[in-house]
């Protein structure tokens, strides 16, 4: 009811019109503020200027009566139609004409603007005080801008009607909507012109990838896998779109630079020598240890002129050579000791594994030559001199071994085997090579003992009795006794020392039977007639001469048993054995000749019967290994030192010392 009568009311009021009073009317402008926009670039400081008084005239001749009416806004807080926050307690008063019919009450006489000054429209309101004051609307402190309010037209003001009061407590409320409709594609604002369109993201976590859920792309493992109980995969690599030509450009970079000086490895010029320790070994080879294997002077040296070269071609050898040179060295010793104070990045640790491999490569050389069942006598050909020279060394090797047990015999019986089946060709080095491997395989008799009581026959019995009238060959200028004959006693002394020894274990009586009672002399008489080839003074002449009383002396202890002379010391044997220490005293400590000293100084110490003759063949043996350098002195210096204590006890055993040093297990090679 109380809505009906409000309405009611309006009906009958007048409609709103221009106020023509009969006199001027102060009226104060509602100044209108525009909607709040971000600040332009080129904003300039305004500020609200304060209210304008105006006059408005009143046309004569017309008088009507207004009533006034109050509208009060109902919300705490609303904004304004130019945009400004309104409080609850701002009111803004109207006037109405009673007598208007009109039911729009926001026409446009309702609102007074500055800018119709110019266009004669005057407003007039009727007042009973003659001064209508409409209060200004002043902006909260947060709607305060800094904006240029020049860029906005203004707003006319509104005319305010006065209304009946009513009884009713409540009075409508009216808001003035914005003129005109709505743009449907508002004005890029610079806030909207700034954000960059974001689409689809493409750097969540491969678990969301695969789920096709949202990541929240938290590192190192997302949020969103974690609250879901789901293991976070991470996220994939950060790739780069590169064109073709761009990816063929880094693949060219990427070899050239892979080719560094670094990464450019030259060959190696010679076979086997790679490391710091392999050329100390082929200079301990070339400086000493192809010096001390020949009677030959320091630059004609077949060790060194003969096999290097060989070597160069031939990567075994090499392998074989520089493992020789290896085990010779005694790091123990003074000579040692320098060598490893010149190199302080070598130890004897490392030095010791190049030793090993270089002996593993060698034997991987020798062993990967075809064997006679792989292939047809057809096919066979004969060995190459270098395999040859590759057993030189391995039988070398032997010489440094502190426990031998007659690993060179191996080789020298390959060798014999060898040639018998496949004869090489003739020539300088094979020369060499089959002097080397003769001298020690008689050598090697004087300590060989045959078990089982077998006597081996080192010659055909056909040649046993063929000796040599005169055996002079001056060709012979490396290893003494092999081309000039004298080996060939050795061999023949040997033959009839195992026919006694076989005889003595049987019990056979007597133990030297007439014919080799025979051959014993014609031997005698052969060592006797024998002269060396060099000139006297030579150090060759001397080692002749050694090597000639060391014949005779082991052909008397072999035909002479001590059970045959009830172990009395013969003159004759007494003086061969001090004529033989007198020449041992002629070499110098650092003649060549000392390579060839052992055999006879072992021969010749197996007949020292007397006490004061066993201390020069001590000091021999040191002489020799001090130049030498091989520890096989140490094994036949020990095997004498058993002979000696069983002359001294006067036991028949003394008489076989290759007995004895099988019975110690030394089966080493005295050269």
Not at 145 to 153: A, G, N
Not at 180 to 202: F, N, Q, Y
Request: hydrophobic share 35%; with cysteine.
């Amino acid at each position: 009811m109380e809505q009906h009568r409000v309405l009611e009311a309006q009906y009958h009021c007048p409609p709103f019109g221009i106020l023509t009073p009969s006199s001027e009317e102060d009226i104060e402008e509602v100044p209108r503020h525009p909607l709040r926009t971000p600040p332009s670039f080129s904003a300039r400081h305004r500020y609200p200027r304060p209210p304008v008084r105006r006059r408005i005239h009143t046309k004569e001749g017309r008088t009507e009566t207004y009533q006034m009416f109050e509208i009060s806004t109902s919300l705490d807080s609303r904004r304004s139609m130019d945009g400004s926050d309104v409080s609850s307690a701002s009111t803004l008063t109207m006037a109405t004409s009673a007598g208007s019919t009109s039911t729009d009450p926001w026409s446009s006489s309702g609102f007074v603007e500055a800018e119709e000054e110019e266009d004669g429209a005057d407003f007039n309101w009727d007042e009973e005080e003659g001064l209508l004051l409409v209060p200004k609307l002043e902006p909260m402190e947060d709607d305060v801008v800094d904006m240029d309010m020049s860029d906005f037209p203004r707003l006319s003001t509104m005319q305010e009607s006065a209304v009946p009061e009513t009884p009713s407590n409540t009075t409508p409320t009216l808001v003035k909507r914005p003129r005109g409709r709505p743009r449907k594609h508002p004005k890029p604002t610079p806030e909207s012109l700034a954000k960059v369109a974001k689409g689809r993201s493409k750097t969540g976590c491969i678990t969301c990838r695969k789920r096709k859920k949202k990541c929240d792309e938290t590192k190192p493992g997302c949020l969103n896998c974690e609250k879901n109980s789901v293991t976070c995969e991470g996220y994939p690599e950060k790739t780069i779109w590169k064109s073709g030509k761009e990816k063929a450009e880094e693949a060219r970079i990427r070899r050239a630079g892979s080719l560094t000086l670094s990464s450019i490895q030259l060959p190696f010029l010679i076979n086997g020598l790679e490391t710091e320790g392999d050329r100390v070994f082929l200079h301990h080879y070339i400086s000493r240890l192809s010096i001390i294997f020949t009677l030959e002077g320091e630059h004609d040296s077949a060790f060194r002129n003969i096999l290097l070269p060989m070597a160069q071609q031939h990567s075994g050898l090499m392998h074989s050579i520089l493992a020789l040179s290896s085990k010779h060295m005694d790091y123990t010793s003074p000579y040692g000791r320098q060598v490893l104070a010149e190199h302080p990045s070598l130890d004897v640790e490392t030095l010791e594994k190049r030793s090993q491999f270089h002996q593993a490569e060698a034997m991987k050389e020798l062993l990967g030559q075809p064997t006679d069942s792989a292939i047809t006598p057809v096919e066979r050909k004969a060995p190459s001199p270098a395999i040859y020279a590759q057993m030189i060394c391995l039988v070398l090797e032997t010489l440094s071994d502190p426990n031998p047990m007659g690993q060179h015999r191996v080789h020298l019986e390959h060798y014999q085997r060898l040639i018998q089946e496949n004869p090489p060709e003739e020539g300088e080095p094979m020369k060499f090579i089959h002097e080397f491997f003769q001298y020690h395989i008689h050598a090697d008799q004087l300590i060989f003992y045959p078990h089982n009581g077998a006597h081996t026959q080192y010659i055909s019995p056909a040649d046993e009795w063929n000796l040599p009238s005169t055996v002079l060959q001056p060709s012979a200028v490396r290893l003494l006794g092999v081309f000039d004959g004298l080996f060939l006693y050795m061999s023949k002394i040997t033959n009839i020392r195992n026919k006694i020894r076989y005889n003595l274990e049987h019990r056979i009586d007597p133990v030297l039977d007439y014919s080799n009672l025979h051959a014993a002399a014609e031997i005698d008489a052969g060592i006797r007639e024998w002269t060396p080839a060099w000139p006297p003074g030579d150090p060759r002449d001397n080692a002749g001469l050694l090597y000639r009383q060391m014949m005779w002396i082991y052909l008397w202890r072999s035909v002479f048993p001590p059970q045959t002379t009830n172990w009395k010391v013969d003159p004759k044997i007494t003086c061969a054995v001090n004529d033989g220490i007198a020449l041992l005293a002629r070499f110098a400590p650092r003649d060549p000749s000392q390579t060839l000293i052992l055999a006879p100084a072992f021969v010749i110490g197996c007949a020292a019967f007397e006490v004061e003759q066993r201390e020069p063949i001590r000091k021999a043996i040191r002489t020799v290994k001090a130049y030498m350098e091989y520890k096989n002195t140490d094994t036949a210096l020990e095997v004498l030192e058993e002979v000696w204590r069983l002359m001294d006890a006067k036991d028949e055993r003394s008489w076989d010392w290759q007995a004895i040093a099988s019975r110690m297990e030394m089966d080493f090679l005295a050269t």
